[in-house]
């Protein structure tokens, strides 16, 4: 068979696109090409539902497979890491990390950073800036954040319409709220507020523009008793103090019933909180609605985060071009978004995507469990209070399960009346000084933030 | 002859051998190598007898030896009399073995479903004695507080293993000769009488195995204060085995938890051994 010259340089043209285009192509929809072979990653991850955007993201990089396993949520996952590092193999190659937790990941040597593959310039065409705080250190970048712990405020309108309360624009009004419940039915709490779940009263502190430690320039520092921290934990140890206010062990049965019976009129937590009550509370379905939070100036909105997890690309793993292209894809693609929205039920996410165009769009939606209330606008709210005030977001400890069982033991002090809130502040600070001592870091600058 | 006995016997304990070597032999060598290591993550430093001396300095690790002290001299004698009690009223009823069987079922039961289980009895709003003692005009019962906590493990622990320590020394009854109760029957001696002084002393070397064997139990608690801590604080440091856990599993310090497993060791063999000494006159050793 003779060849026409034109066939010939169709053959060849096509031989030779075959051959060179993975080095020259752009990657799906502007994202970075993959140049690796045919790999399947694993993750570790406790969301639900995250194989619709594994799906979607194996169509666009057809060389990549996720395998996806949920080895426990938080702490048991926490404890898994934490030994196969130790161990030196174990480690999937995505990791699923609560923003706080995430450094102590990062000095423990569980991530390795992304950079030669998602440089900062990349990252920040899909995440808002604010988000390098909980995925970078000293400018590597060891993953990408995926929902919001933005706090927000559910209150049981049952309870607000019963006994004629108005849902709280500042904390004065809030104090206010909290003592004509007490005294009109003492047994139902105003506010359930966690005994053992340190990232609460950090939230708050946060949402007051303040902060009890952070990162910078290769230091940790700590600083438990600024004017921020002391006014936000003066103000509830008053309603402690006052009887209006008894803290509540978290995440146990009897909190569950309290949450569907109506034994607290509020709780505040992170962005995700709506969504999970909704699944772990059906018995309450139309008592509860979603607020922003009190503000301690109220023309000056402020917000911080509750919790809210990023997906990390571990130090053991082999393909990390693979990995960091998945954790880029997953958590700020459009089509990955919905379905992280929609599937895995969080309700606001840190993406760009997500808080320029999927968030605004879904403002009409309505909650059947929240009375039909239209709870996005609420909740995107909540996370631009955030967005817009970086100078107050931080980089937490890399020791947080201590200063969270160090925070539960002070507490407990205060609570039986062994110390005052001021002592309760200091004694926390140094056991978390001198356990950071223990643990090796001799770059602790205590008694003051960095500027 | 002999030599050809003892590689046949090595033949029969091989199955076991190899699951010692390799579930408990290697793994302890392997650990007293790591104890003389520093480690972050997965790097590791040799810092000698390090590990050890911040043990023995350690206060936190120590002061969690007080509810094992209050198991080892309240819980178990209690739980131990309770065992002996049941165990002859099981010898004394005809057909006891559906008692025996409904005594032995806590001990039948996994540890994390016991603890799930407890965790609701102990409950503010949903256990089944809220409802009895606001009847007997108590408002808001508090179970757990941190004055109660020794006695609601003290209640939980015996719940858990009475039933199997009766039933322990309820076999070890049945194996006695009736020649000696009948014996001092016919002298003359009540009920009471034969079993405080001919059954009980021959419980003797199968309380003593209790004994220790509790001990090392009650060095060791573990499962029941972790699942108390999701209902109430507790220290990190309340057990000894749960500051192992924790500086291990909560905070990634390997190295120095297996050195403080070490200690603990020779804590419990320590005192077992002093047990063996002060008791080994007082028993039969059929050796």
Redesign the interface.
């Given at each position: 068979m003779k060849m026409s010259r034109k066939s010939i340089l169709t053959v060849s043209a096509l031989f030779f696109a075959s051959v060179l285009a993975p080095a020259f192509a752009a990657g799906p929809d502007g994202y970075p090409a993959y140049s690796g072979p045919p790999v399947e990653l694993t993750m570790w991850a406790w969301t639900s539902n995250e194989n619709y955007s594994i799906d979607l993201f194996q169509k666009a990089y057809p060389s990549i497979k996720v395998k996806w396993t949920n080895v426990g949520g938080g702490?048991d996952e926490?404890?898994k890491i934490?030994?196969a590092?130790?161990?030196?193999s174990g480690l999937p190659d995505v990791i699923m990390s609560e923003y706080t937790y995430a450094p102590e990941f990062v000095?423990?040597?569980?991530f390795q950073a992304i950079n030669k593959w998602v440089p900062e310039s990349t990252y920040l065409q899909y995440f808002p800036k604010v988000t390098l705080k909980w995925t970078a250190q000293d400018g590597n970048i060891y993953g990408t954040p995926q929902d919001s712990g933005a706090s927000t405020m559910v209150y049981r309108k049952d309870v607000f319409d019963k006994y004629g309360l108005t849902v709280p624009k500042t904390w004065a009004e809030f104090a206010v709220m909290a003592a004509k419940l007490h005294k009109a039915n003492p047994k139902i709490q105003p506010i359930s507020f966690p005994?053992?779940w340190v990232l609460g009263p950090l939230g708050l502190v946060w949402q007051a523009g303040g902060k009890l430690f952070d990162y910078a320039d290769g230091k940790w520092y700590i600083d438990f008793t600024n004017p921020t921290a002391t006014k936000v934990f003066t103000y509830w140890a008053k309603l402690v103090k006052d009887g209006a206010v008894t803290p509540d062990?978290w995440?146990?049965?009897?909190w569950y019933?309290?949450l569907s019976d109506g034994?607290a009129a509020t709780v505040i937590s992170g962005g995700w909180f709506p969504e999970w009550l909704q699944l772990n509370s059906p018995d309450a379905k139309g008592t509860w609605r979603v607020a922003t939070l009190p503000q301690w100036d109220a023309s000056k909105p402020m917000n911080g985060e509750m919790g809210g997890s990023g997906f990390y690309v571990s130090?053991q793993s082999k393909n990390p071009e693979a990995a960091a292209l998945f954790v880029l894809w997953l958590n700020s693609h459009k089509d990955s978004i919905l379905q992280l929205h929609d599937k895995a039920q969080l309700p606001v996410l840190w993406a760009n995507s997500f808080i320029n165009g999927l968030g605004p769009s879904l403002a009409g939606q309505e909650y059947p469990y929240f009375g039909g209330q239209k709870i996005t606008p609420v909740s995107l709210e909540a996370m631009n209070q955030v967005a817009k005030n970086p100078q107050n977001a931080f980089t937490a400890l890399p020791?947080m399960?201590?200063v969270s069982?160090s925070q539960?033991?002070e507490?407990?002090k205060f609570l039986?009346g062994q110390e005052d809130i001021n002592a309760f502040l200091k004694n926390w600070q140094d056991a978390v000084v001198a356990f950071m001592a223990k643990?090796?870091f001799n770059n602790v600058v205590v008694g003051q933030l960095p500027k | 002859m002999k030599k050809k006995n003892s590689l046949r016997a090595y033949l029969f304990l091989a199955p076991f051998l190899v699951f010692f070597v390799l579930a408990t032999a290697y793994p302890l060598v392997y650990g007293i190598i790591l104890s003389f290591f520093?480690?972050?993550?997965?790097?590791m430093w040799f810092v000698g007898a390090n590990n050890y001396a911040a043990v023995v300095a350690d206060p936190q690790f120590w002061s969690g030896f007080g509810i094992p002290a209050f198991l080892l001299f309240v819980q178990i004698p209690l739980m131990l009399l309770l065992g002996i009690f049941i165990a002859l009223l099981f010898e004394r009823i005809k057909r006891s073995a559906f008692y025996r069987l409904i005594f032995y079922l806590p001990y039948a039961l996994p540890g994390v479903i016991a603890g799930i289980l407890w965790?609701?009895m102990f409950?503010?709003?949903?256990s089944p004695f809220v409802p009895l003692l606001k009847a007997m005009g108590v408002a808001q019962p508090d179970f757990i507080t941190?004055p109660n906590l020794p006695w609601i493990l003290l209640v939980i622990i015996l719940w858990e293993w009475t039933g199997y320590t009766a039933l322990v020394l309820y076999s070890t009854l049945v194996s006695i000769p009736p020649e000696y109760a009948e014996a001092a029957q016919i002298d003359g001696a009540t009920r009471f009488q034969i079993a405080l002084h001919i059954k009980v002393p021959m419980l003797k070397n199968t309380l003593f195995l209790l004994l220790i064997f509790n001990s090392i139990g009650a060095l060791q608690v573990f499962n029941e204060p972790r699942m108390l801590g999701?209902?109430?604080?507790l220290?990190?440091n309340f057990t000894p085995a749960m500051y192992i856990y924790?500086e291990?599993?909560?905070?990634?310090?390997?190295t120095f938890a297996i050195a403080m497993g070490l200690v603990l060791a020779a804590v419990i063999f320590v005192i077992s051994f002093l047990f063996m000494k002060g008791s080994v006159k007082e028993l039969d050793v059929h050796a």
């Open positions: 702490g926490y404890t934490l030994t590092t130790s161990a030196g000095q423990f040597g569980s005994a053992n062990m995440w146990n049965s009897d019933k309290e034994g130090s020791v399960d201590f069982s539960e033991t507490l407990k039986d643990q090796g | 520093g480690q972050r993550g997965a790097k965790s609701y409950s503010k709003s949903m941190n999701g209902l109430i604080t220290p990190p924790n291990a599993f909560s905070y990634g310090a390997f």
